[in-house]
């Protein structure tokens, strides 16, 4: 399978708490929904046709605990096509303190995660995908299991919150694969990892 991570973030970075004013206020964080209403009809059908063409789904735990109290459990949220795909796939938690997941179809991940991640994507199929789980993608990224990533850019600046990449971390190169805008100024940007950057030689 490839994996694919699929993240929604703003000019600045930020990934926290774009649903829901409520759903994610650590460290201070009081700038949530700021996703909501963004995007036109064509980037919402994008959204959700990735959704729908996953194989599998893995997440971090808290992304992981958000959708099963949302697409998991909500009735409306469930029979929507996302919620729809989300409860049909199997879904795997990188997790090592979660012990008894309420979401049907899941499977805790502990131990060697790299060699449980390495183990799902040599299954035959389409797309392992991850959503969210910002830990987790940078911890993909640094182990060089990701082969496509794909950021939402929503044309807000925050000025707070936890951004996807940290102001100190490991260096990457990408090759855009594919690039869009939507009449709202939403950009769909799709990448593929291409090792290291070159940088100027003294």
Same mark, same amino acid.
């Given at each position: 399978m490839k994996l694919t991570t699929m993240t929604q973030v703003t000019l600045d970075g930020v990934m926290q708490g774009n649903g829901a004013t409520s759903d994610d206020r650590r460290n201070g964080f009081e700038r949530g929904g700021w996703a909501r209403g963004a995007g036109d009809d064509e980037t919402r059908t994008f959204i959700t046709q990735t959704y729908q063409r996953a194989e599998a789904f893995l997440f971090g735990r808290r992304t992981y605990e958000l959708f099963a109290g949302s697409w998991g459990s909500i009735g409306q949220m469930r029979a929507h096509p996302i919620g729809v795909a989300l409860n049909e /796939?199997?879904?795997y938690v990188a997790s090592t303190t979660l012990t008894a997941p309420r979401w049907e179809n899941t499977t805790v991940l502990r131990g060697d995660l790299a060699a449980a991640v390495g183990e799902l994507k /040599?299954?035959?199929?389409?797309?392992?995908?991850?959503?969210?789980?910002? /830990?987790? *993608?940078?911890?993909? #990224?640094?182990? &060089?299991?990701? &082969?496509?990533?794909?950021? @939402?850019?929503?044309?807000? @600046?925050?000025?707070?919150? /936890?951004?996807?990449?940290?102001? *100190?971390?490991? &260096? #990457?190169?990408l090759d855009l694969i594919e690039s869009r805008v939507d009449s709202k100024g939403v950009t769909i940007q799709a990448y593929r990892p291409a090792w290291r950057p070159r940088y100027a030689t003294a």
């Amino acid at each position: 399978m490839k994996l694919t991570t699929m993240t929604q973030v703003t000019l600045d970075g930020v990934m926290q708490g774009n649903g829901a004013t409520s759903d994610d206020r650590r460290n201070g964080f009081e700038r949530g929904g700021w996703a909501r209403g963004a995007g036109d009809d064509e980037t919402r059908t994008f959204i959700t046709q990735t959704y729908q063409r996953a194989e599998a789904f893995l997440f971090g735990r808290r992304t992981y605990e958000l959708f099963a109290g949302s697409w998991g459990s909500i009735g409306q949220m469930r029979a929507h096509p996302i919620g729809v795909a989300l409860n049909e /796939a199997p879904k795997y938690v990188a997790s090592t303190t979660l012990t008894a997941p309420r979401w049907e179809n899941t499977t805790v991940l502990r131990g060697d995660l790299a060699a449980a991640v390495g183990e799902l994507k /040599a299954k035959p199929g389409g797309e392992l995908q991850v959503h969210g789980s910002g /830990a987790l *993608t940078r911890w993909l #990224l640094e182990n &060089d299991l990701v &082969d496509e990533m794909i950021l @939402i850019v929503v044309p807000v @600046i925050l000025g707070q919150g /936890a951004r996807l990449f940290p102001e *100190t971390g490991p &260096d #990457l190169a990408l090759d855009l694969i594919e690039s869009r805008v939507d009449s709202k100024g939403v950009t769909i940007q799709a990448y593929r990892p291409a090792w290291r950057p070159r940088y100027a030689t003294a």
